[in-house]
């Protein structure tokens, strides 16, 4: 069975809201787009989430 990974990069602000919320296909894409490790400095919590798609069935 074929599994997907995704990478999801969340940024929070100051009041805990968020400010940004993307989907990366790859680790790599995630580090270079969603810069995690370096996020601007209005933004005050970060989270990452890596995601599994399992199996979709046919529309």
């Not at 599994?3 to 999801?8: A, K, Q, W």
């Not at 929070?12 to 968020?18: C, M, V």
């Given at each position: 069975m074929a599994?997907?990974?995704?990478?999801?990069v969340i940024y929070?602000?100051?009041?805990?809201?968020?400010v940004?919320?993307?989907d990366f296909h790859t680790f790599n894409d995630m580090l270079e787009?969603?810069?995690p490790l370096s996020p601007p400095p209005h933004v005050k919590r970060t989270?990452?989430?890596m995601t599994h798609l399992l199996f979709s069935t046919p529309e």
């Open positions: 599994r997907e990974t995704r990478y999801r929070f602000n100051e009041s805990d809201i968020e940004y919320n993307e787009q969603g810069q989270e990452v989430w």
